[in-house]
């Protein structure tokens, strides 16, 4: 078992230059947890992506499935950690350990996905065009391309996901999945916790004897050292998963590098949910019991929470009934803890802000307690309030929403045109005469949003091939990727393509007798078929 | 036949506000060229983006293969424009009539392959994962994944390639394939033959009844009209072809708006050659006439013209003789025109500056004449001073060369250290007892080019599936794209998922029965089949 050094892990080793430290809070009581940990400063960053390079160099040589073994061995000695990480984990986040339990089951699952998915080595997307050396005006020449690995990707651990969105997260395996080595920067709130799955990695790396600057991660509450990390001339993309002013920082930062590279953000968002009253009918108390469930996970702190319900249609009375259901349903969660006493006083803030517009209506007021504490808020108003403040057309990260009443589908759309860029979009339709005002939601959802989701809630994201985590500025900085799933992985790859190479200089992937036994493109045609090459040409 | 009007094309009307006009040059002669064009200003780019954002709504409704015909027919019509728009090219861009007419069948069935993949509509990338409502402890959704069109795209006409890389080349024609509506900036040395090509869409568009807001042409010469077009809040991505310097600044401005969108810029580069003496002793006189070639192509102004040609190992009297050869072949092209005064200038000032180093030798010295015309220049130096001149690691775009002289490939490597981001690398290796040198110069392009070419010449890029037409900053804005081939279609569009939407909320490519008949992945198989659903889910 590791004991928690408070140290970096640099090129396999635990250390740190003489700095500053810091301490992890206790999010209920706001007592500080020992050890403290180093703060990691120019020369940790240097040493660290210094390493990278050199593992990425060896790396490209190895054999290509490398990271499949790699993953899987993380995810094993990630079980291996037992109680300890979670106990550690619970200690810093206050997230219940049951939560946590299922939290280090879907970090692995998703581990173990990312191995499978580079053990089967197809993902490099390899499309060959052979030669045709009779074409006319031109021979045709021999053309191949793949995906390869970028180089050292740096990530940041989310606080609100310590395991599945953490230093050993959907962002480091993928990244890793597609070869390339990782530099993890550690969320302060939880550097123990951090330190225990980089403890993981490293012994798998030690197991496999891969080079030790595959992986490494620091530790630090600066905003200097996250600017570091991103200026850095070896780092050639950046995963991260917080708050849209942190995301958008690091992503003005690395667009005004002498030579940019991109920085995956995701930033969360509104998640707009549409209930049209027609679903109210039929189950207006299962909706409430679900929504409240939904709002609470994780004390409202998931990125894919739904912030604001437009409640289209219906009378006063089968509104407000519905309204009186949830915020029972939400009061039973009673006090609440965040995951740092930091966010709980953003979202008293944001929910004071609120509460303070004309129009707006406290149905459920939240008071926040010591520590991290808070009570669960919910607010009511109308769609035309909404449409005119500004401000209700942002996130309040934590056990808040805001509910809208729309006298119709068309109020709904004038809400839905404010909002911005979101990762999901859900509407509950129930069962409508004309399908054309759901077809218009459902399509303004999509334009909006990276997922839509019919008749259910959007927290609990699925991880597997056809998940969409994603979605239009701020909820990403790029809704052509997504962060969660086996499609992240092409993030973190860039294409390159050789003409008329011989077998002895191309990769693995690109080689005529196809030894990887992949999936690839050959003129036009899927197969895991070699390729015979025109003897003439060379 | 399109009389040209000198107005813009915006929602299918020839039109402009009052304003400025400008015109177009003869490269050889400087004379001014008939008629005046008006320049855009920021009324004329509302109109556009409006126009395409009411395109997008509609043509978002549409059976989803109108791109297809629209390619299609975009391809005829420029057909039917005959030799109008090859004289009006040759006019505005001194290149020879021979070549105008290969580009415009590149352009054409550049069209006619995105018309393909639009019609097959499989790029789409559909995958599905059905539902299952047993799974425990949670349910498993039913999720389905697609790439849809992002919304109007910024498009900026190349000055070298007017047809391929123009109003209608590679990048509004993976734009428009992918259902987005295209608003183009047309190059303005050429305002004439944009106006022709921009007829040609819109004739394709009045034909096949399309909402005449998917294609625009805006012409002007200011920076203003680029920066206004990248700044409009309904642009969602852009595609430039062009210089660094440009390139960049469209970039930067992108960056830095409220909501970022990408701007997928390809900006020319070096395109290292690295030649093996063992090489020049099979066929020294074989390859100075191929690379002769392949440096005066189109005048030099090829954004895969070799810049710089490392010669390893060998003794001074082979390398002297390859050198003479290559300059004798060079210097037959004799005086060139190039595309405009300006680019004339630039390469003069680039290469007077190599001149003046101190270890640069001039081999041909080329000197300008009048307007835009000049002749072709050679300089040689050594891998040692190459990698101290910084100066000489940039491109000199025009009928230039360096020639670098490297004891090893060791030299070689040093020098490559100092290149940076590259379209393209090329290796002529002839047959080398230890293959390792080779691999490693191999590793070392494809660590800083998009495509690697082997004995070969990186001009006349192939547009097939295969291609990568991209690499490393600044060749590229993002090399995990690229500007030429059937991927290019990727970079114009988001993905979004659908999660337990029923069949009438789904876009065709993704409901049950397949109508598309497009291939996708469910439940992992890669199939054309249909989907059946649990019929207990709903």
Known sequence: MHEITGQHLIAGQWRSLVGATFKATAPQTGALLEPGFAESGAGEVDAALEAAREAFEKTLDLPPRWPADLLDRIADRIMDLGDALLARAESETALPRGRLTMERGRACGQLKM??????????????????????????????????????????????????????????????????????????????????????????????????????????????????????????????????????????DIAARRPSPIPVYAEMGSLNPIVIFSEALVEGPDAIAKGLATSLMLGSGQFCTKPGVILIVGGDDEMAGSFVDSLAKHVAASGTLTMLNPGLRDNFTKRISNFSTLPGVKMVLAGNP????????????????????????????????????????????????DTVAGSLTGTIHRGVLDDDAEVRRIAR????????????????????NSAIVHGGPYPATTDPGTTSVGSAAIRRFARLIAYQDAPDNLLPPALQDSNPLHIERVVDGRRTRDGVHRNANHH
Not at 120 to 139: F, G, N, Q, T, Y
Not at 147 to 171: C, Q, T
């Open 369 to 416: 307690s010591s520590a991290a504490m808070t009570q669960p808020v919910l607010l009511e108003t109308t769609a035309q309030v909404f449409c005119q403040q500004r401000a209700l057309q942002e996130e309040a990260f934590g056990p808040g929403a805001l509910l809208v009443r729309c006298r119709d589908a068309e109020d709904a759309i004038r809400c839905l």
């Open 114 to 251: 990312f191995a499978q998915i580079a053990r089967d080595a197809s993902w490099v997307d390899a499309v060959i065009e052979c030669a045709d050396p009779k074409r006319a005006p031109l021979p045709k020449p021999d053309l191949r391309r793949m995906l390869r690995p970028r180089g050292p990707v740096v990530v940041f651990g989310a606080s609100n996901f310590p395991l599945a969105f953490g230093a050993v997260g959907g962002d480091t395996a993928s990244a890793l999945a597609a070869g390339n080595p990782v530099v993890v920067k550690g969320h302060p709130s939880h550097p123990g916790t951090t330190e225990l799955l980089a403890s993981a990695v490293l012994s798998a790396l030690q197991a496999l004897s891969l080079p030790p600057g595959t992986f490494a991660a620091l530790q630090g509450k600066t905003h200097e050292l996250s600017n570091t990390l991103v200026k850095h001339p070896l780092t050639t993309a950046v995963g991260f998963t917080g708050s849209q002013q942190v995301g958008r920082a690091l992503f």
């Open 444 to 463: 303004k959802l999509e334009s909006i949003a990276g997922r839509v989701v019919v008749n259910g809630y959007p927290t609990g994201v699925e991880v």
